[in-house]
């Protein structure tokens, strides 16, 4: 019975932890744009690799 009386606040405790941070995930946007990154990734966009290779053989 003891063990019943801690696992039930600190479970209460973890469950409001994480409606906090869910909400303040909603809040900061984390949410906002959940398909560009996704579709960003499979763009034949080259064009930021060279900027990248020119400025580090720039640096050499």
């Given at each position: 019975?003891?063990?019943?009386?801690?696992?039930?606040p600190?479970?209460?405790?973890?469950?409001?932890?994480?409606?906090?941070?869910?909400l303040?995930?909603v809040?900061?946007?984390?949410?906002?744009?959940?398909?560009?990154?996704?579709?960003?990734?499979l763009?034949?966009?080259?064009?930021t690799?060279?900027?990248?290779?020119?400025?580090?053989?720039d640096?050499?």
């Amino acid at each position: 019975m003891s063990m019943i009386a801690l696992l039930i606040p600190l479970s209460l405790i973890l469950v409001v932890i994480a409606v906090w941070a869910f909400l303040w995930a909603v809040n900061a946007g984390q949410f906002d744009d959940l398909d560009t990154p996704a579709w960003d990734m499979l763009s034949d966009d080259d064009s930021t690799l060279s900027v990248k290779s020119e400025s580090i053989q720039d640096k050499h």
